[in-house]
């Protein structure tokens, strides 16, 4: 079958250089409209549910919302676990599904449990269920400012004209505004007034709810037409309010104006934002599930463009704090620049190691037609090309080359040799030999490879999700590769060396390396037992340092686009925080590595997360001449530093990202406590963050739900309200109204909608001390005040209720110094062994730190398996039980390069794309090294050739071209990444080039001095012997 493959793209050779070149242009002209991505979708489909609850605490949200949504929710096909938020006025549930299952289907099932709830949720509570996002959620954080415009009226801008405009690009999801300061109408009791009226603020609300009415009228039908009515009585001024009368007293009526003010206000503030120092409002714009971020991206340039007339009459200036599109911009051009000037160097090496261009051309051609054959197989398996993608493709650029190098140079050498014969076979029968002659050899070594390649796709979870692109995209390149030496290169030989004269010297470089190479193969048999002891030595001086090296789940990324935060004692005010935040943007505006900073502090409306009002994040971008993030990120937490009762800790936006979208939480390691008791699993908790604390290695450690958040309890007296007549609705409604301020009308302008609130005045509601006095309305129509009828205290409770399953927990999240991931888990293990829970409650552990180590084992459980098959594979490729056993024994010794490189170079931890580096490090010494076995083969079986040592000599002398030019051109391909290491997109393929180049040294030096050697010693080729 090979052949005739090989025979028909000779024989219509022209035809197929006429349709690679069709594709080639076909493909690289699709580049440009590929779907790019920072990361593939790594988070398991999730499908999220809000739930506005304003007045209800912590706890009653709990009872009241969560619990009722999470009981509605359990025992949904292919759920694999909820996780609930409940904080007062707002309830989050996440519904994490098991991978494979379609989201939109799986977003249908959540909506119809919903739907079940019905009316068992508080009166006024609707569930929304939120747009499905992509894994990097966010694409955008703008900053919005105004050095003329109120915040509120810059907050109608935003509500009006920039969020819709925003919201209409293709593939947004949503734009949260963090820091909107709403218009409302509101209506401001004053107490003092209401007693001597003796009225209650439920009379109030009454009576202003039907001030502001809006109702239809219907029609009026004439016989010869139909006359529309448009009654005009709604309330749509403050002074229109004012004038409304909502009850009478002694025939006198009262209006609103005579018991309270009107005036237009912003709502209780449970968030703020700062931009660049000043205040302003936080745009937070997240991508759809499946989006394309580059298109999505340009799509709000192009909003913004059009909106930036608008704006800058109003005196608004957008300010672009963080944008994803930036990281994958500057990724793509890195990546792009590393493999173009590697494929220069492979062309300069091509050309003067096999001394004859067309060669060296027909050599490097068939590696882009490869690597642009694999986007394409990517593209229809719907694979974005992110950074998994990008570094599966550059790593497998070595076994491209191979393929590459190792037909041609075959091809050139025999017709090299048919030259010299007296009676030279025809070129094309000479190709077509040559061809076919490695060609199964490479099949076995391709699929030896690519089942190498397999443990990582069946990693699972995020990791599997994660880094299953990378080896899609390298397997993907191989085959391709593989294709194209079956077809494009014998067409290309037929081409362009069939008719023209091919020297019968071999190339200058060539014939050096035979010479140099033949003396160092005579002196390792000579000293075959000294050679052994050194490498030995060697492997096992290396192994030894195994357990030295660091190990984390992901390399730091050196994106531009990082997120400080910064928290303080539960309870903080919001305009204490906003002061801090002053603070800190001013010490940053001083920065010169700072682009621009957006502060936003607690929650939004429909926002991803909801920290209390006492955390903070900060979103900024490192400017172009920052080379080194991790420094300047290290430097700003210097600057910030000094601000009493304060902690800060800085991330990159990515790896935010992908520790939220595995845990829920934004830091590497999350340390969940697990009890009945709320109080209980408090002290726990608190305890445990002390001891991770002191672990080294430990950063920033959060506790999440921090259980002692001031709070001021009010419980009613039952015998008091008897004796007074108050019912307990009065009681809490007015409560809710005073401080929550209920909302009574609305008035429409617009696409605005100014909501209509009753509520207490701002002296009032920010003084405790005017809770005791607070007028409640009897069944009698009299007036008591709020501390006869209910004892108020000052107490601690829960800020933030968690919940994993249905099961309350506390959270601690920690921050881990990089290079310290897997010992600072074995520590904190360790120090957790002999620790005294309270009754009923235990302590589990997660986050990408876990995740990593669970990822680490079952790549080298996977891969034990793989060896297995790879060793059956070896055993029918080779038909030697001997020669299998040397290749399985000499692999090993392939890594002793790679963790050298290590090292020397100093890479900050083993991450798991170092390991997959080590995994291509293995299939580069399989395939060298099953090449050469097969040629001993070849050379007894099919040349009649003995058995010895000379044979030994001259298998090895055959294949040192095609072993030096691959690891040559693998090297100089690589070296470009290698040495970029750590710049911005480089991150995870760097670590991986330096530990495949540090391999390629000790992996020649296995095929071509250590195998050569010991099958001359233990296996046995003869055609009559069976081993």
């Known amino acids: 079958m090979l052949q005739a493959i090989v025979q028909a793209s000779l024989r219509h050779r022209i035809i197929v250089a006429i349709l690679v070149t069709v594709f080639v242009i076909f493909a690289a002209l699709r580049l440009p409209t590929a779907q790019y991505g920072v990361f593939p979708e790594f988070v398991?489909?999730?499908?999220?549910?809000?739930?506005?609850?304003?007045?209800?605490?912590?706890?009653?949200?709990?009872?009241?919302?969560?619990?009722?949504?999470?009981?509605?929710?359990?025992?949904?096909?292919?759920?694999?676990?909820?996780?609930?938020?409940?904080?007062a006025g707002v309830s989050v549930v996440n519904v994490v599904f098991h991978g494979g299952t379609d989201i939109y289907r799986d977003r249908e099932l959540v909506t119809g449990a919903v739907a079940s709830v019905g009316g068992g949720l508080p009166s006024g509570v609707t569930p929304v269920i939120t747009p499905l996002q992509s894994s990097t959620g966010t694409v955008m954080f703008l900053g919005i400012k105004s050095n003329r415009l109120s915040l509120m009226k810059l907050t109608a801008l935003v509500q009006s004209t920039i969020r819709p405009a925003l919201l209409a690009v293709p593939g947004v999801a949503q734009v949260v505004a963090f820091g909107s300061t709403p218009e409302q109408l509101m209506i401001e009791a004053k107490p003092d007034r209401l007693i001597a009226a003796q009225l209650g603020l439920n009379s109030v609300a009454g009576g202003a709810r039907y001030a502001s009415t809006a109702l239809g009228a219907g029609w009026i039908n004439t016989g010869n037409q139909q006359l529309i009515l448009e009654p005009h009585g709604q309330t749509v001024s403050t002074t229109d309010l004012a004038a409304s009368v909502i009850a009478y007293k002694n025939s006198i009526p009262v209006t609103l104006g005579d018991i309270a003010r009107i005036r237009r206000g912003p709502p209780p503030r449970f968030g703020a934002a700062l931009v660049n120092g000043k205040p302003g409002i936080d745009l937070v714009i997240g991508t759809l599930y499946g989006a394309n971020t580059l298109t999505v991206t340009n799509g709000l340039h192009e909003a913004l463009a059009h909106l930036a007339p608008t704006l800058r009459d109003q005196g608004v200036k957008v300010v672009y704090a963080l944008q994803v599109s930036s990281f994958i911009h500057s990724a793509l051009h890195q990546v792009a620049l590393d493999l173009a000037i590697g494929a220069v160097l492979i062309v300069v090496v091509l050309f003067l190691s096999l001394g004859n261009w067309r060669v060296a051309l027909i050599s490097f051609l068939s590696i882009p037609v490869s690597l642009l054959a694999a986007t394409e197989i990517l593209r229809g398996l719907g694979i974005t090309l992110n950074v998994m993608a990008l570094a599966g493709l550059a790593i497998a650029l070595g076994a491209v080359v191979d393929d590459a190098v190792v037909d041609v140079e075959n091809i050139f050498r025999r017709l090299r040799e048919n030259r010299s014969r007296k009676n030279p076979e025809p070129a094309l029968a000479v190709i077509l030999h040559a061809s076919v002659e490695v060609r199964s050899s490479i099949i076995y070594a391709t699929l030896s490879v690519a089942i190498i390649f397999i443990p990582i796709l069946l990693l699972g979870g995020v990791a599997g999700r994660l880094f299953a692109p990378l080896g899609i995209a390298y397997i993907a390149a191989i085959l391709s590769s593989l294709a194209v030496a079956l077809t494009l290169t014998p067409a290309l030989a037929a081409l362009l060396l069939a008719r023209v004269g091919v020297s019968e010297k071999e190339p200058a470089p060539?014939?050096?390396?035979?010479?140099?190479?033949?003396?160092?193969?005579?002196?390792?048999?000579?000293?075959?037992?000294?050679?052994?002891?050194?490498?030995?030595?060697?492997?096992?001086?290396?192994?030894?340092?195994?357990?030295?090296?660091?190990?984390?789940?992901?390399?730091?990324?050196?994106?531009?686009?990082?997120?400080?935060?910064?928290?303080?004692?539960?309870?903080?005010?919001?305009?204490?925080?906003?002061?801090?935040?002053?603070?800190?943007?001013?010490?940053?505006?001083?920065?010169?590595?700072?682009?621009?900073a957006v502060v936003h502090i607690g929650r939004a409306n429909l926002s991803n997360g909801h920290p209390g009002t006492n955390k903070a994040e900060i979103e900024m971008s490192f400017s172009r001449n920052v080379s080194n993030v991790a420094a300047a990120s290290k430097h700003l937490l210097t600057v910030v530093r000094g601000v009493p009762g304060t902690r800060f800790w800085i991330d990159t936006f990515l790896a935010e990202r992908i520790h939220e979208g595995l845990s829920g939480f934004t830091a590497?390691?999350?340390?969940?406590?697990?009890?009945?008791?709320?109080?209980?699993?408090?002290?726990?908790?608190?305890?445990?963050?002390?001891i991770l604390r002191g672990i080294k290695g430990s950063g920033a450690v959060t506790l999440e739900a921090p259980p002692n958040t001031p709070t001021i309890a009010i419980r009613a007296r039952r015998a008091a309200m008897r004796q007074y007549g108050v019912t307990a609705h009065a009681l809490l409604q007015t409560i809710a109204a005073a401080y929550t301020g209920e909302t009574v009308g609305q008035v429409y302008r617009g696409v605005r909608i100014v909501?209509?609130?009753?509520?207490?005045?701002?002296?009032?509601?920010?003084?405790?001390?005017?809770?005791?006095n607070l007028p409640i309305a009897t069944t009698n129509g009299s007036i008591v005040p709020l501390g006869e009828v209910a004892t108020i205290s000052e107490t601690a409770s829960p800020q933030l209720i968690l919940h994993d399953d249905g099961r309350r927990v506390q959270v601690i999240s920690v921050a881990i110094a990089a290079g310290h991931t897997g010992g600072y888990l074995t520590a904190a293990k360790h120090a957790l062994t002999g620790f005294h829970f309270q009754q009923g409650d235990y302590v589990t552990f997660g986050g990408t730190a876990v995740s990593g180590s669970t990822a680490r084992m079952r790549l080298l459980g996977y891969g034990g398996i793989a060896l297995i098959a790879i060793l059956c594979l070896l055993g029918i490729a080779l038909g030697r039980g001997r020669a299998v056993t040397l290749l399985a024994l000499g692999l090993p010794f392939a890594l002793i390069g790679g963790i050298a490189a290590y090292w020397l170079t100093g890479i900050s931890s083993v991450s798991l794309g170092v390991m997959v580096g080590f995994v291509t490090l293995f299939g580069i010494a399989l395939r060298n090294g099953l090449l050469l076995m097969m040629h001993y083969g070849r050379l007894v079986h099919d040349h009649g050739q003995s058995w010895n040592a000379e044979t030994v000599r001259q298998g090895a002398m055959?294949?040192?071209?095609?072993?030096?030019?691959?690891?040559?051109?693998?090297?100089?391909?690589?070296?470009?990444?290698?040495?970029?290491?750590?710049?911005?997109?480089?991150?995870?393929?760097?670590?991986?080039?330096?530990?495949?180049?540090?391999?390629?040294?000790?992996a020649t030096i296995l095929t071509l001095l250590l195998l050569p050697s010991l099958a001359a010693r233990f296996v046995r080729f003869d055609t009559d012997v069976e081993e």
């Open 668 to 690: 590497p390691l999350i340390v969940t406590v697990y009890g009945p008791h709320m109080k209980g699993l408090g002290q726990d908790a608190e305890r445990i963050a002390k």
């Open 510 to 596: 060539i014939r050096v390396a035979r010479g140099f190479y033949g003396r160092v193969l005579g002196q390792v048999n000579r000293r075959f037992r000294l050679f052994m002891i050194v490498v030995v030595l060697l492997f096992f001086g290396m192994a030894a340092t195994v357990p030295l090296l660091g190990v984390s789940y992901l390399p730091q990324f050196n994106a531009r686009q990082v997120l400080m935060h910064y928290q303080t004692a539960p309870g903080t005010s919001i305009d204490t925080m906003l002061a801090i935040g002053k603070q800190v943007a001013a010490k940053l505006a001083r920065e010169k590595s700072v682009e621009a």
């Open 44 to 87: 398991p489909p999730t499908v999220t549910i809000q739930t506005q609850a304003p007045g209800l605490d912590p706890q009653q949200v709990e009872a009241l919302v969560t619990d009722r949504l999470e009981l509605a929710l359990g025992g949904l096909p292919g759920l694999a676990k909820t996780q609930s938020q409940s904080q």
């Open 958 to 1002: 055959d294949r040192l071209p095609a072993i030096l030019l691959t690891a040559t051109v693998t090297a100089l391909g690589l070296l470009p990444l290698a040495l970029n290491t750590g710049s911005t997109g480089d991150e995870i393929e760097g670590p991986m080039a330096i530990v495949i180049l540090g391999g390629l040294i000790s």
């Open 755 to 772: 909501p209509i609130v009753l509520t207490l005045p701002a002296q009032w509601r920010h003084d405790p001390n005017s809770l005791t």
